[in-house]
């Protein structure tokens, strides 16, 4: 008989997690998150300086959890360290502007979240801070995956607002995908044809 594994119980969460559980206004939200945040730095190493990070909550998104808003800056890229003076001279833009961004938080995915979710949702967005504040731009590429699970971080987050559209596989019914508005594929499904069983595409309308 092979021995079975064993599962640790779930440790209690900090103070800062309990507070992100009683939050009821929009700087609630800040002020828990960005205290979780800079706890999760110390706890993980992750190499963020706060100051360069501001803060605001979206009530707009319909599909990102939350985002790091920051500079395009030509040729950055992941893996190579960035030279923020030359990159400020290059784009004729303030060094300390260059390198400021914004953590946006988008309240509905709060809502929908629960206290881990969201908690590794923060983390998420403190790999892609990162990353900008050494390389000047982020993705999700490899150096981000094996980021993300040394932090214990979603790679995506899952849905948290109902879509406008339902796209499934006529054979089998297998969900292809949602749609938040209408585009091309929701107004040509019938053009389509689904990858599990090479069948035609529906498209329901969940909402107006």
Known sequence: MSESKRIEPESAPSPTERALESVGTHEELILASRAYCREAAREYDIDADFSLVDWEVSTRAKRRSAAVKRAKIPDAAVGTPLDWDAAAERTGRPREDLRRATLSLTWAAYEAFDRRE??????????????????????HGARFRERAEV???SIRCRPFS????????VECGTTLGRRYRECELVRE?????????????DCEQLRE
């Open 162 to 169: 109902e879509p406008k559209y339902l796209l499934t596989c």
């Open 118 to 139: 969201w908690t590794a949702t923060l983390r998420h967005e403190l790999i892609h801070v990162e990353q900008f504040q050494r390389f000047g731009t982020t993705d």
């Open 189 to 201: 499904h019938e053009r389509y044809r689904s990858s599990c069983c090479e069948a035609g595409v």
């Open 151 to 153: 932090v214990d971080a």
